[in-house]
């Protein structure tokens, strides 16, 4: 009986010192597991200090931590219309209601245009927190527009992608954007203007087997997960199991996949000096 007892006021010891710990001041890093003072990692753009473990951030900061000042939004008016009036278990014309009241009305991509290290380029980037980055109809018809703005002003186009894939509300209209984002892709080639996809975590389905892959330059962030399916889903399927690091940025880098792995506090420098490289003329 007196083990019991011990054992419960350990546990209460425990819960107690957990609780001391003030909200929102200390964040716990998800792969060394450090807690981490969070005005510390406002600093080092939200890469843990101590394993280098890069946390998800949202688009405000992308866009800052890439943009130079003074660009502006584009497309920002497209919404959905529930073209199939999806009801799964919930109805998905409340789920974009429900965003949309909580200021996010740019469905799951933000496209802007500006200068980057005094360059011009037409910038989009997705939204993980808008139903997972999910590729539906807006999300592809923006991209496209943005691809033809850069074609229109020869600017660089750039793509930061995440997404859970195609978004399935809106069933096979989602599958076309692949083919539409890639065609207008397609025309910056031509026209010999460069593209550079940037894969964040997580890059998977649809938009990792479309544009996310067509870079002239593909550069992900570190351990970034990209793939199309899921590695249980593979393994099932192929009936072997997976190599270590399968689907991760280094293990894509090692066989060809992705052009190189860069860190988030050098990505910007690492983007000014390839598009000084690919556009000489236009700085
Ligand atoms: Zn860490």
Not at 90 to 106: E, R, T, V
Not at 207 to 220: H, K, P, Q, R, T
Request: contains cysteine.
């Amino acid at each position: 009986m007196s083990w019991f007892v011990k054992k419960r006021q350990q546990k209460i010891a425990v819960e107690e010192r957990t609780v001391r710990v003030p909200e929102g001041l200390w964040i716990k890093c998800e792969a060394c597991k450090e807690l981490i003072y969070r005005a510390e990692l406002q600093n080092t753009h939200n890469v843990c200090p101590k394993c280098g473990y890069h946390f998800r951030i949202g688009v405000e900061e992308r866009l800052t931590s890439l943009m130079d000042e003074g660009y502006t939004t584009l497309f920002s008016d497209l919404q959905s219309t529930d073209p199939l009036h999806f009801v799964a278990m919930k109805a998905y014309k409340d789920q974009l209601k429900k965003l949309h009241d909580a200021g996010q009305d740019q469905d799951a991509v933000v496209v802007v245009e500006g200068t980057l290290g005094g360059h011009p380029v037409v910038l989009s980037v997705m939204n993980f927190d808008f139903l997972a980055a999910s590729m539906g109809s807006v999300v592809g018809e923006k991209l496209k527009l943005g691809a033809e703005r850069a074609l229109a002003t020869k600017s660089a186009y750039l793509i930061v992608s995440c997404s859970g894939g195609a978004r399935m509300q809106e069933g096979t209209l989602s599958l076309m954007q692949m083919a539409k984002v890639s065609a207008a892709l397609a025309k910056l080639d031509k026209a010999g203007i460069p593209y550079f996809s940037i894969l964040t975590d997580p890059t998977t389905g649809g938009v990792s087997a479309s544009f996310a892959m067509l870079g002239d330059l593909n550069v992900a962030e570190p351990k970034a997960l990209i793939g199309f399916a899921g590695p249980r889903v593979i393994e099932q399927t192929i009936k072997q199991s997976l190599p270590e690091g399968f689907q991760r940025a280094e293990f894509l880098q090692a066989h060809g996949m992705v052009d190189k792995v860069v860190s988030r506090d050098q990505l910007k420098d690492f983007l000014k000096a390839c598009l000084a490289w690919m556009m000489p003329e236009r700085v």
